[in-house]
């Protein structure tokens, strides 16, 4: 289907462009950027004018819950409102249950997501048998199946030295290993910021030294192995600082955070919000404000929804008790713009930390617009508000922080591989 | 934020923490509870019909015998139907969610429900879901408050000191992990005591402690120096397991209330604890049963201070 994106503002952040221009779309790819090919007959125009096309976003952390907890998501809710949130393509941790550590499990998980027509699914595999930090799962089948990097999720992988193996093995390959920094034994029945609000409500709490411990650790195997590594939902200024400087030596190291992390703070969990009980917890504000900075000078390189949807029994608990994690998909986008709006951060920039800069991370040939990328786009209206509720987000995972919050940026379409794959109910309200 | 405790009207809804609690309140609470004891010789307490026809669930999710016994004994002397529910050994253990026995507790048409979990922040959960017209009261819950505690406490501190404003109060011991720690710190620091100290080890001290108001030490002598008021709080034994002590030997040599330690605050000193004593680990038995020892007081004015919180409720509906 050739389509014409019509009078949009054009933002793709691989080459810093920003204007108004027409963009066409030929066998799932951008045919022109400006005037039409020559021969182009459009089957379809998209008016786009007042909104913004964008590459369509890049979600480095979303849980699907498939295969094992269908009762928290299905890969049909999850996919649907990964596609009404502008995402395109997404990784997904190994975190399932059984998790994934089997080619076969990985292959189905493809197929089924294959079938659904939506956003492209991008597994990570377990690093380890089962996430149990003992045996190595067998990288090279689970690449061929389809796994794009290896992970141990949120499982602890106490033993050094099956850590450093595991990277050895990863290296010689060249995989990546996606690791969260967090010392098992200083985490151990944490649920909460060793600071000023775990103190005042009496939780349990885990402290920032179990983050730059494992940083430490996760580094120093790193420039010993060569592996490459990619730091998932870092939450504090020291880790920034050790990103930073690792960085500044050389080290190929990238790292991301949770757009929870760039909003929100330990005081958010006021009296006992189980929504604020997050992995990795809610920091101070000094740890935020050191975040969204290392956003911006390009410490950090991305920004994920950490998408986890939870049950409502498993969340009407109290706080350390309640399941850890928050809905996300449909938040991503307009928590970016927000951030952007409140540091002053162009829309390119921001953007890029949710579609260029993932995409690169993950390996893949996507996260920009120009002639001959892959037509992944997302075409949102920037100046929409709406409301956060339960009713209008499509995951099944309704529990959110931001429940309440008014927020800007409202997606009007998504298109995959040329195809348009969602298009919002009442594109021409603002509200 | 709104405040979780008070109704629309700025009253008194639930108890379920010291902080934020109005300090209006607070000495309402403190006058009420005077009343109740005997003017006499402030020791006799009263039975009164304030809460007649009224239902009070005891409904304790993690053991406790005295703390229920005396909010038992509170309620039955306001007249009220006092029913005890020791959910820790019952629904949970069937997979009953907290949710779910709430939900039920409401519909057995109960008035008032003084709770105790292990989870800081289950008092809080409570509340947000009950009914509108039940009150809940925190009888304790994980290492978060306990606030009728800390109410006794401070109405100990003013039968025997009279004013909160010139005074220097320790509190020594596991204060991370301690629900009445917390609840006191709020208590004392609302009702104006300007100088709040917490003596412990480094183990035994949560984060950034210093911004609830009180000064650190880690050595008894210095903490206790020139002190009106030192309360003690207990030491659970599986500190030890934790790694936060080596030994309750070691932590009685540095820590444990002895006469000598004592030697150093104020000759007028009292001494407290919430019960029950490690005799010779926390505290010797020479002052637990001493002349500074004001704990027993503290068993009967707590009987007074549940009786008042009850009362008050009841009187917002």
Sequence with gaps: MNIQIKNGRLIDPKYSIDKVCDVFIAAGKIAAIGAAPPGFAADK????????????????????????YEYMATLESEMEAAVAGGITSLACPPDTEPPLDEPGLVEMLKHRARNLNQAHVYPVGALTTALQGQELTEMAELVDAGCVAFSQADAPLADTRVLHRAMQYAATFGFSVWLRPQDSFLAREGVAHDGEVATRCGLPAIPVCAETIALATMLMLARNTGAKLHICRLSSAAGVEMIRAAKQQGLAVTCDVSMNHVHLSEMDIGFFDPNCHLVPPLRSLRDRAALRAALCDGTVDAICSDHTPVDEDAKQLPFAEAEAGATGLELLLPLVLKWAQQDNFSLSAALAKATLHPAQILGLDAGYLSVGATADVCIFDPVAYWKVESAVLKSQGKNTPFTGFEVQGKVRYTLVDGQIVYQSESPTSHG | MINPQLNKNGELQHLLTTEGLPVQIVRDILDRATNFLDAADGREIKKVPLLHGKSVFNVFFENSTRTRTTFEIAAKRLSADVVNLNIGSSSTSKGETLLDTVDNLCAMHADMFVVRHAQSGAAHFIARYVAPDVHVINAGDGRHAHPTQA??????????????????????????????????????????????????PKTLLPAMVE???????????????????????????????????????????????????????????????????????????????????????????????????????????
């Design chain 2, 151 to 200: 109410l006794l406490d401070m109405f100990t501190i003013r039968h025997y000191k009279k004013e909160f404003h010139n005074l220097r109060v320790a509190i020594v011991g596991d204060i991370l992990h301690s629900r009445v720690a917390r609840s006191q710190i709020h208590a004392l620091t609302t009702l104006g005591v300007p100088e709040v100290r917490v003596i412990a």
């Design chain 2, 211 to 317: 911004n609830l108001g009180v000064q650190v030490y880690h050595d008894m002598t210095q903490g206790l120096r020139d002190v009106d008021v030192v309360l003690m709080l207990r030491l659970q034994n599986e500190r030890m397991q934790g790694a936060a002590l080596p030994s309750a030997q070691e932590y009685f040599k540095c820590y444990g209330l002895t006469e000598e330690k004592l030697a150093h605050a104020r000759p007028d000193a009292i001494v407290m604890h919430p019960g029950p004593m490690n005799r010779g680990i926390e505290i010797d038995s020479v002052v637990a049963d001493g002349a500074h020892s004001v704990i027993l007081s503290q068993v009967t004015f707590g009987i007074a201070v549940r009786m008042a919180v009850m009362s008050m409720l009841a009187g917002n509906s």
């Design chain 1, 45 to 68: 125009v998209i008016d786009a004018t007042g909104l913004v096309v964008a590459p369509g976003l890049i979600d480095l952390a979303a849980r699907l819950r498939e295969p094992g």
